[in-house]
């Protein structure tokens, strides 16, 4: 970054966040011209796949379409090996994304933004926590969605012995499980990843639950070389299925009928089918899995129904057994999961019954006894969606923080603009679609809009653009309205911001889909 002196501290566009957003916001304005320089506290790109290295870390959107589409060069020449690719070839394809296309000269690592300023004179004023100062006309925020964690606030954690992580943070080396007792707290998707593969390793692993989840097996395979060749030879093709899609994915399967308009057995036929393909589109089997609570409820019944299968035990299977609408919560992907709870080092605690009380010197206090483990592994989710915004002191016009004008939940307009603060931009913002579906979606359509919207005001000669109050007030009514017709509304999820104490229950992503948005 030696080039990156003090006289260029002055820019046109400072993007926050060097992930698949924030390298192909730069891509897009390096392109106009434009003095673009991406900030990042990270030392390489790749976003939340740069921090999420915890044992089974996996894509769950098919990799063939879990990539950028704007180079059909660079379409052709990378090769995916899996169905879903696993996060350290996810990371090398970011760090071949950046070196092909020369990204990193206008990215400074190591630089995590403490706040931004709008300033009398129209340009945003951004400060990093070692005290470097930025001025840009613009401002884009590329921090994403799942990238803020929840840090563990058990009492007496000072007090543990042991080694402790968390998923979403998970260290660069090599973390040796052989041979240890861990506890894993929480099972989330990303423990639904994570467990299986410590379980293979460790001595013996201890499951703490609150909440059992609905997982479905990815099936994940190596991709067939003719499979691939395929898509390669019409790959404009499936991204446009993508852009007409609910989710951003092509490749899915989506019922038309209802759920109750066919028998029972159509039913099952229809779900096992799914279920043996693997996790993409199977809670598309039918058109009203999220809407009608009947529906919904033949579907759920039948994965309870595999776990009872799957697991052996029949107490730790009605533990894992969701008593929840299917959907309502993130829907996991899994290789092996419901399989781990049949092994003899493996035990489930349900913490609904016994809670954790503390941590300990030895390990884990729960209201029944001391759990001794030489490694306790933390995998209790993301603040998501606003946490990495709110992180940052923001102040718009008027000296308005982002803090203030959240305090009852996010608001903005589409997700890409806040009304009160100019120039400033959002990618895969709260009030867009972005986490319920396909986030590359999500983001080159953010992108290319944020481009074309600098591009029209450089041209016409304006200085200035905010989301009207009125215009952003409509569209918050529109997602709660939309929300409130499905079941995704109907559970205490990170969709709503329910894993965060204290955080205001609001439906944050738009859930109306990709095409209708």
Known sequence: MAEISNSRHVLDVVVVGAGFAGMYMLYRLREQGLNVLVLDEASEVGGTWYWNRYPGARCDVESMEYSYSFSDELQQEWEWSDRFSTQPEILEYASHVADRFDLRNNIKFGSRVESMTFSDNQTWVIETVSGEVYRSRYCVMATGSLSSINKPKFKGIDSYNGDWYITGKWPHENVDLSGKTVGIIGTGSSAVQAIPVIAEHAKHLTVFQRTANYSIPANNEPLDPEELRKVKEDY??????????????????????SALDVTEEERLIEYQKRWDVGYSGFISSYSDIGTNEEANETLAEFVRSKIREIVKDPVKAEILSPKNAIGCKRLCADTNYFETYNRDNVSLIDVNDTPIESLVSEGVKTSEKIFNFD??????????????????????KNGEKLTDKWSDGPKSYLGLTIEGFPNMFTITGPGSPSVLGNMMVAIEQHVEWITKCIQDMESDGNTEIEAQIDAENEWMDHIEEVANQTIRYSCNSWYVGANVPGKKRVFMPYIGGYNVY
């Open 375 to 396: 490694v306790v592994v933390f995998a209790i989710g993301f603040d998501a969606m606003t946490g990495a915004l709110l992180s940052i002191d923001i102040k718009g």
């Open 236 to 257: 404009s093709s499936m991204r446009e299925k993508q852009k007409l899609a609910r989710a951003g994915v092509a490749l899915t399967n989506i019922g038309t009928k």
